[in-house]
């Protein structure tokens, strides 16, 4: 459910101009990668998912770098109910440089019910 979630917001949200991927190894940057969300069994037939949203940025994390984050993390505001963003980096695999990151997130409801 969740997996299924992630990919129809990844869809929506590159539609409307912010690229997304739920693969890590789809990342370019700029862009927006979904990770599985935080589950809390709240609701009837379902969950709350505190979804998991890193803004990643080009750069080595100067102010272009931050300029970005803004930017991009304001469009993702503009199509979801942004709670949180916490400054990070991310990186794709152990070895490699990080990335400056925005660790961002937002809630919906899963239902289980057909």
Not at 22 to 42: G, I, W
Not at 70 to 95: H, N
């Given at each position: 459910?969740s997996?299924q ?7 929506s ?7 997304t ?33 890193y803004v990643?940025?080009a ?19 503009e199509?979801v109910?942004v ?10 695999s ?6 400056p ?8 409801t ?5």
């Amino acid at each position: 459910m969740s997996l299924q979630l992630a990919r129809l917001l990844a869809e929506s949200f590159t539609r409307e101009g912010v690229r997304t991927v739920v693969d890590p190894k789809n990342v370019v940057t700029p862009c927006v990668l979904l990770t599985p969300p935080v589950r809390t069994y709240d609701v009837h037939c379902g969950y709350t998912a505190t979804q998991q949203a890193y803004v990643l940025a080009a750069g080595g994390g100067g102010e272009a770098s931050w300029a970005a984050l803004d930017e991009l993390t304001d469009q993702l505001a503009e199509l979801v109910d942004v709670e949180t963003v916490t400054p990070t980096a991310w990186r794709a695999s152990e070895g490699e440089s990080p990335i400056p990151a925005y660790l961002v997130t937002f809630t919906s409801t899963i239902t289980t019910e057909e």
